[in-house]
């Protein structure tokens, strides 16, 4: 409902009172971005809280392997944009287009897999994880362990386990296919990696300083 509101601010307009002019003007005008902190900015633009995520940016494609390799110099090269002799090496950035690309893949990983552990990982893979369509997803994980409880129980199924999908979510995707993802990213005008502004505090200031500030010096220090 917010996102149709805000389209139609964008593109149709609405009549509001001046009174600089005593007069009623039509008013026009779109989300020029987002200002919010790291967990909020990754729910409206479908990436994992940066955290302690293998997918630590939702700007770039800065990603890491495991936690452990967060540590190495590979990746603080990476992280600060540098290769091997110093020189700036900008990562790719992320694009709109392509997370809603992949949004769609993790919705298909889980009709196909019914499987939590794997929905994760391909989640890990594709740098996305869109809370809206998570919920569906478990949904769907949950139905399946009701179905295999029943079986161990050694009960008969109702119908209405013959199929994998729970019926509403099938209805749902077949006759309102958008509700099953996020509504941010049909924004108007909006593009979620150039309009969520970086919260400074946290992310610039307690991210070197708490977290690799440490290890720098811990390679600094065994260099002497």
Not at 181 to 196: I, M, P, Q, R
Not at 197 to 208: A, K, T
Request: net charge neutral.
């Amino acid at each position: 409902m917010v996102v149709e509101q805000l389209n139609d601010m964008a593109t149709k307009g609405f009549v509001a009172y001046d009174s600089t002019i005593d007069q009623e003007v039509h008013v026009m005008t779109s989300a020029l971005c987002f200002l919010a902190d790291s967990p909020m900015h990754a729910e409206i633009t479908n990436t994992h809280v940066p955290g302690n995520a293998l997918n630590s940016c939702r700007y770039c494609v800065l990603s890491s392997d495991d936690l452990k390799s967060r540590q190495k110099l590979a990746y603080l090269a990476k992280f600060a944009q540098k290769n091997s002799p110093g020189s700036d090496c900008p990562n790719p950035l992320r694009t709109m287009e392509e997370t809603k690309e992949n949004s769609k893949k993790l919705w298909t990983e889980t009709k196909e897999t019914l499987n939590l552990d794997k929905l994760n990982a391909k989640s890990a893979k594709l740098a996305v994880r869109d809370q809206i369509n998570l919920r569906f997803s478990k949904q769907v994980f949950n139905f399946q362990s009701e179905k295999i409880a029943l079986l161990a129980a050694g009960e008969e199924l109702p119908t209405r386990f013959e199929q994998d999908i729970p019926q509403k979510l099938v209805d749902m995707e077949e006759k309102e296919p958008k509700r099953m993802f996020n509504a941010y990213l049909e924004l108007k005008g909006f593009d979620s990696v150039k309009d969520t502004p970086v919260e400074v505090l946290h992310v610039f200031l307690l991210g070197p300083t708490c977290q690799h500030g440490p290890i720098l010096f811990k390679f600094s220090w065994q260099r002497f």
